[in-house]
Nanobody, 121 residues
């Protein structure tokens, strides 16, 4: 019922920047908190950022804190993740996710297909 589509992934150089987008459709978008997860090779999937649709509550994992910004545009039903000072360790598949009734995404019900981010050194 809720479809999430990520875009903006690709190849970037270490120290560069990348902006990921997640377009949502099929639901009451303002009712969902949105999160970005990533899964690097050999590692568990981790929540790296989340944002509540109405309350403006944000969360950042330590791995990206200080160099990433999550934002939303409810008029466009889109969530963004701006990543700066990219590191090779940021190489992963990035997933967009949605969850209702929590300001910080914890157990999302809906997931996007993922977008690959590769950072070269």
């Amino acid at each position: 019922q809720v479809q999430l589509v990520e875009s903006g992934g690709g190849l970037a150089q270490a120290g560069g920047s990348l902006r990921l987008s997640c377009a949502a459709s099929g639901g009451t978008f303002s009712s969902y908190s949105m999160g970005w997860f990533r899964q690097a090779p050999g590692k568990e999937r981790e929540l790296i950022a989340s944002i509540s649709w109405r309350g403006g509550t944000t969360y950042y994992a330590d791995s990206v804190k200080g160099r990433s910004t999550i934002s939303r545009d409810n008029a466009k039903n889109t969530v963004y993740l701006q990543m700066n000072s990219l590191k090779p360790e940021d190489t992963a598949v990035y997933y967009c996710a949605a969850e209702r009734f929590r300001a910080v995404v914890s157990a999302p019900r809906y997931w996007g297909q993922g977008t690959q981010v590769t950072v070269s050194s």
